[in-house]
């Protein structure tokens, strides 16, 4: 299947900084690319939609101004945490839809983020 | 807009028996059903997915079948090992969106 690569695997860093998550699709031009995040032992809660040139669709309750997704390009896709909080802690996941319409999902790798 | 309904949350068979988790989604617009499995703090996998113009798919012990009238579509893994001890997760896709359903744990125990 396609290679969705996702950067950095782990980090941790200090209340109030910022930290930018990178979700790469490495074979193929990804249109759209979604963020989730999961909590342990729970399913992934989709948190925005990022599309190509254009703004992100975040879902309701997901703080834009917090979580700063952003699409230059067919292949990147960025997730910035912005003044991050013990609360912000948590697995971040990507995906990347292979094509149009019902193209196939594959994931990143995910990120684990741990605020002090 | 869609909601995915996943059934068992958790379940438990011994080496070599039948797992059958079911899934339903209430949107019939929705087309495409992939499953997913995930290991511990690993990335979800894509094992099969079922268009809404087939019934049935099978690739070696997993198969799923999709029943669009009734809105359900179900995993079968058939001679469970260990290795098939995971979370899996199915999705709709809705539109834009994929809306997974909140995950089975299986445990195959040996």
């Known amino acids: 299947g396609a290679v969705v690569s996702q950067h950095p695997s782990w980090v941790i860093c200090k209340s109030g900084t910022s930290v930018k998550i990178e979700c790469r699709s490495l074979d193929f031009q990804a249109t759209t690319m979604f963020w989730y995040r999961q909590f342990p032992k729970q399913s992934l809660m989709l948190m925005a939609t990022s599309n190509e040139g254009s703004k992100a669709t975040y879902e309701q309750g997901v703080e834009k101004d917090k979580f700063l997704i952003n699409h230059a390009s067919l292949t990147l896709s960025t997730l910035t945490v912005t003044s991050a909080h013990p609360e912000d802690s948590s697995f971040y996941i990507c995906?990347?839809?292979?094509?149009?319409?019902?193209?196939?999902?594959?994931f990143g790798e995910g990120s684990r983020l741990t605020v002090l | 807009g869609e909601n995915v309904e996943q059934h068992p949350s958790t379940l438990s068979v011994q080496e070599g028996d039948s797992a059958v988790i079911k899934c339903t989604y209430s949107?019939?617009?929705?087309?495409?059903f992939p499953w997913y499995k995930q290991e511990l703090g690993k990335r979800p996998q894509l094992i099969i997915d079922?268009?809404?113009?087939?019934g049935e798919k099978k690739d070696q012990r997993i198969a799923v079948t999709l029943n669009k009238t009734a809105k359900h579509f179900s995993l079968h893994i058939t001679e469970t090992q260990p290795e098939d001890s995971a979370v899996y997760f199915c999705a709709a896709h809705y539109g834009q969106n994929f809306v997974f359903g909140p995950g089975t744990r299986l445990s195959v125990l040996p």
């Open positions: 995906s990347a839809q292979q094509g149009a319409g019902t193209g196939e999902l594959f």
């Open positions: 079922i268009r809404s113009n087939v």
């Open positions: 949107d019939s617009a929705s087309n495409y």
